[in-house]
């Protein structure tokens, strides 16, 4: 798998050049930004090609050798204008982004469907993925609803985003990942959570934004997640948490995820994991 990524969410409170400082100190090698919010007036930090701001953040990654792996996050709702996310595409490539995070918000599956495919051409333009999340509490709230879009849209650059969190909280599990073709596994996210399902989507949604666990203290089945990815998706953890600040959400975060990793056995959850055994090795 590639280099440990840091998800916005997890200090959704930091804008991007704070976020990136904070993430390298705690020892990941990629981050994700928030740069389109999830939901009306919700946080976000725009970003726009050849502005100073822009030439800022591109320095700091350098400097403290981050690289950016998505930006997010997007509704794709019936009345969604694909063209006016040119320049935030723009915007992403231009800082090395590989993805875009999207979510499923229209109960129309053909109009959905349509919607997508044009938000991936669009996308594909820039150099971007775009990876599909399911939440059970949208329209798109399963694996298979998601894996029905993609294949209803059949565009090359899409994929389905991973979160441990949704995934488990949908009812599926990582035995549902094995018939998924490789090429629509680009992505996985990492927390943990406990074994009682939420009763509502209400506290879905609560548990998600600010109730998740490090990896390794819940019962979700993280080592057979791992097992079921290609070993070159990108991995990042994903941990909202109430009671810790910024700077210790991060620093759990990749404490615990790493610690994850390096306790799994050889075998296809080893060779999953190696490159970030091997990042954690280096830095030990």
Same mark, same amino acid.
């Given at each position: 798998?590639? /280099?440990?990524?840091?998800? $916005?969410?997890?200090?959704?409170? !930091?804008?991007? #050049? /704070?976020?990136?400082? *904070?993430? +390298?100190?705690?020892?990941?090698?990629?981050?994700?930004?928030?740069? $389109?919010?999830? #939901?009306?007036?919700?946080?976000?930090?725009?970003?726009?090609?050849?502005?100073?701001?822009?030439?800022?953040?591109?320095?700091?990654?350098?400097?403290?050798?981050?690289?950016?792996?998505?930006?997010? =996050? @997007?509704?794709?709702?019936?009345?969604?204008? @694909?063209?006016?996310?040119?320049?935030?595409? *723009?915007?992403? %490539?231009? !800082?090395?982004? %590989?993805?875009?995070? @999207?979510?499923?918000?229209?109960?129309?599956?053909?109009?959905?469907?349509?919607?997508?495919?044009?938000?991936?051409?669009?996308?594909?333009? =820039?150099?971007?993925? @775009?990876?599909?999340? =399911?939440?059970?509490?949208? +329209?798109?709230?399963? &694996?298979?609803? %998601?894996?029905?879009? &993609?294949?209803?849209?059949?565009?090359?650059?899409?994929?389905?985003?991973?979160?441990?969190? $949704?995934?488990?909280?949908?009812?599926?599990?990582?035995? /549902?990942?094995?018939?998924?073709?490789?090429?629509?596994?680009?992505?996985?996210?990492?927390?943990? %959570?406990?074994?009682?399902?939420?009763?509502?989507? +209400?506290?879905?949604?609560?548990?998600?934004?600010?109730?998740? &666990?490090?990896?390794?203290?819940?019962?979700?089945?993280?080592?057979?997640?791992?097992?079921?990815?290609?070993?070159?998706?990108?991995?990042?953890? *994903? &941990?909202?948490?109430?009671?810790? /600040?910024?700077?210790?959400?991060? +620093?759990?975060? $990749?404490?615990?995820?790493?610690?994850?990793?390096?306790?799994?056995?050889?075998?296809?959850?080893?060779?999953?994991?190696?490159?970030?055994?091997?990042?954690?090795?280096?830095?030990?």
């Amino acid at each position: 798998m590639t /280099d440990l990524g840091l998800a $916005h969410l997890t200090a959704l409170e !930091l804008p991007p #050049l /704070d976020l990136a400082r *904070e993430a +390298a100190r705690a020892g990941f090698r990629s981050i994700g930004l928030r740069v $389109h919010p999830a #939901l009306t007036g919700g946080i976000a930090y725009p970003l726009k090609a050849g502005t100073q701001a822009q030439r800022e953040l591109a320095a700091l990654l350098r400097s403290e050798g981050l690289r950016l792996n998505e930006i997010e =996050f @997007v509704q794709i709702t019936p009345e969604i204008d @694909v063209p006016s996310f040119a320049p935030m595409f *723009e915007a992403g %490539a231009e !800082l090395g982004a %590989a993805a875009v995070t @999207v979510s499923g918000d229209d109960p129309e599956s053909a109009r959905l469907a349509a919607n997508f495919a044009a938000f991936c051409d669009l996308a594909g333009g =820039f150099g971007l993925r @775009v990876d599909l999340e =399911f939440m059970r509490w949208r +329209a798109v709230g399963t &694996l298979t609803q %998601a894996l029905a879009i &993609l294949r209803q849209a059949g565009a090359a650059n899409a994929a389905v985003l991973v979160d441990a969190l $949704h995934l488990s909280r949908s009812g599926g599990s990582p035995a /549902d990942l094995e018939t998924v073709p490789a090429d629509w596994l680009r992505a996985a996210q990492l927390c943990d %959570a406990a074994a009682t399902m939420p009763a509502s989507d +209400a506290a879905a949604i609560d548990e998600a934004r600010e109730g998740r &666990l490090p990896p390794g203290e819940g019962s979700l089945p993280l080592g057979a997640l791992l097992q079921a990815l290609p070993a070159d998706a990108a991995l990042s953890a *994903e &941990l909202p948490m109430r009671g810790r /600040d910024a700077s210790s959400r991060i +620093a759990i975060a $990749h404490e615990a995820t790493q610690r994850l990793l390096r306790g799994l056995p050889d075998g296809a959850a080893g060779k999953a994991a190696s490159g970030l055994q091997d990042e954690g090795a280096a830095q030990a």
